[in-house]
């Protein structure tokens, strides 16, 4: 028989807790899903996503094996399980290959000729949360209409059990994945990198694929710790970046490379300390790729710098940019839609597409990229390769507080109001608004170039804000400040993770 229709006013400690799915529905996120453990799904409703996904799968007319994998935290192994008792109970045939990166269940789809992935990751949210990401159609992740129907047929409970469920497991994947990102590529020169793990899953795979192509590399935080006792894997926290920032410094280190979570992400930090942001990263790689393959597409989120189109060196070599949706389901989409050499998110998510990958984000594949950029450029370095750029003024990715249940009327608001000063030909900063994109947010751009988003976070309760301008720091925090007193109105609106 299968569970029953999931409830989501489940408390812990009581007996309704252990015998009853609790389910938040706001858990269902725009391409993945993500909650609160165990406030806001129990191991019960965990199993009742898998008993869903399962009924997903057979509805799709997909084969019915699937892939999983988990992270490194403190209670994931006991999610998987709990996800494949769903998994089996509705038929699939489960391969699970243990403790994972994201990009390796990835790459175990291709590897064992398998159509669909559930991993078992917070990325990198802090502990406490939970989530899968999935996928039926490799490279491809799933985004709303999957994530809708999912949403629906779990709090319906409208699950179909199905007999023949079954689980192989797969010992040896971690190996298979390093042995084939290390044979990719042999350095010509030893480039000394420093590899920041946070602790994290990465820690079991950045430094070996980093070593087998040819680079001498420097450890930091790369032990398994699941309470993250320094910092949070995310590639894009200050506090992550700035310790790595001293470790090249005192090893005199040609790079730093930091892996989130999961590690499908890549942040980068250079030989003089300083962080660049993934999408300044990605002008670079763009440069690098499009000198390479005449007339290269490139996929590039809304959060990402204005430079992709204005930089003289992509237009010479013909590079065609497209920006794009946020979100990794979203430009691993678009970037395997347009046949784009590479996808690039500010967020550190880099999806390159044959032949330098499968289409797929991963951080280590986009750490090969970067440092075959440096080894094709021995007379410089990756300082200089950054200042060889226009320059532009950036911020990184602010996140104000904002509950799930709002976030997307407040953003909506938002869109309204600056669409509104667009159309009366109204002045901000003193200057006319050349351009409002609502593709994914609002992101409103002055005549000197200068821009800022406001859109909604897709995995956590918070709005997301960028800031940049082309003309100075002063015009940037300008604009922040526009952004930062315009949402101020709103109440629900609260504090940011991090501010200029």
């Known amino acids: 028989m299968p569970l029953p229709k999931p409830r989501a006013?489940?408390?812990?400690?009581?007996?309704?807790?252990?015998?009853l799915p609790l389910v938040k529905p706001t858990g269902f996120r725009e391409y993945d899903a993500r909650w609160l453990y165990p406030d806001e799904i129990n191991l019960l409703g965990i199993e009742a996503l898998g008993l869903g996904l399962g009924t997903l799968i057979h509805e799709l007319g997909v084969p019915s094996k699937i892939v999983v994998g988990h992270d490194y935290r403190s209670y994931s192994q006991s999610i998987k399980q709990s996800l494949t008792v769903g998994l089996m109970a509705a038929g699939?045939?489960?391969?699970?290959?243990?403790?994972?990166?994201?990009?390796?269940?990835?790459?175990?789809?291709f590897e064992l000729d398998i159509p669909c992935v559930a991993m078992v990751t917070a990325s990198h949210n802090e502990n406490g949360w939970t989530g899968v990401k999935m996928g039926a159609h490799r490279p491809l992740t799933f985004g709303p209409d999957e994530i809708g129907r999912l949403k629906e047929i779990v709090l319906e409970g409208a699950f179909k059990a199905r007999a023949g469920g079954a689980l192989v497991t797969v010992p040896d994947m971690r190996e298979r994945y390093i042995a084939d990102l290390a044979g990719k590529a042999k350095l010509t020169r030893p480039l000394k990198v420093v590899a920041a793990c946070g602790n994290g899953t990465a820690g079991l795979f950045a430094p070996p694929v980093l070593e087998g192509i040819g680079a001498e590399v420097i450890p930091l935080d790369c032990e398994l710790d699941h309470t993250f006792p320094r910092y949070n894997p995310n590639t894009?926290?200050?506090?992550?970046?700035?310790?790595?920032?001293?470790?090249v410094a005192e090893h005199k280190a040609d790079i730093g490379l930091a892996f989130d979570g999961d590690g499908d992400r890549c942040g980068v930090v250079d030989n003089e300390g300083n962080e660049i942001f993934a999408d300044?990263?990605?002008?670079?790689?763009?440069?690098?790729?499009?000198?390479?393959?005449?007339?290269?597409q490139f996929v590039v989120d809304v959060k990402s710098t204005g430079a992709f189109l204005t930089d003289p060196v992509l237009r010479e070599n013909g590079a065609k940019v497209d920006y794009w949706k946020t979100g990794h389901s979203y430009i691993?989409?678009?970037a395997n839609e347009l046949g784009a050499i590479a996808g690039i998110e500010k967020s550190g998510h880099y999806f390159f597409n044959p032949p330098l990958g499968r289409g797929y984000d991963d951080g280590l594949v986009a750490a090969i990229a970067i440092l075959q950029m440096l080894d094709r450029n021995p007379d410089k370095s990756i300082a200089e390769l950054r200042r060889a750029l226009p320059p532009t003024?950036?911020?990184?990715?602010?996140?104000?507080?904002?509950?799930?249940?709002?976030?997307?009327?407040?953003?909506?608001?938002?869109?309204?109001?600056?669409?509104?000063?667009?159309?009366k030909g109204e002045t901000l900063l003193g200057q006319k608004i050349k351009d409002v994109v609502t593709v994914n947010g609002v992101r409103?751009?002055?005549?000197?170039?200068?821009?800022?988003?406001?859109?909604?976070?897709?995995?956590?309760?918070?709005?997301?804000?960028?800031?940049?301008?082309?003309?100075?720091?002063?015009?940037?925090?300008?604009?922040?400040?526009?952004?930062?007193?315009?949402?101020?109105?709103?109440?629900?609106?609260?504090?940011?993770?991090?501010?200029?």
């Open 9 to 19: 006013d489940l408390k812990p400690n009581t007996a309704a807790f252990e015998t």
């Open 332 to 334: 691993k989409r678009r």
């Open 92 to 109: 699939m045939e489960v391969h699970d290959i243990g403790l994972a990166l994201s990009p390796t269940a990835y790459f175990a789809q």
């Open 444 to 500: 409103v751009t002055l005549a000197d170039g200068t821009w800022g988003l406001i859109r909604a976070s897709s995995n956590k309760p918070s709005l997301v804000v960028v800031v940049e301008s082309p003309v100075s720091d002063a015009q940037m925090r300008a604009m922040f400040k526009l952004i930062d007193e315009h949402l101020s109105a709103y109440p629900d609106v609260g504090a940011y993770d991090q501010k200029l």
């Open 236 to 247: 894009e926290d200050m506090e992550m970046l700035r310790a790595m920032a001293k470790a």
């Open 393 to 423: 003024w950036n911020s990184p990715t602010m996140a104000p507080y904002c509950p799930d249940e709002v976030k997307y009327q407040v953003v909506e608001k938002a869109v309204a109001h600056f669409e509104g000063l667009a159309q």
């Open 280 to 296: 300044i990263v990605g002008v670079m790689l763009a440069r690098d790729l499009s000198a390479q393959h005449e007339a290269a």
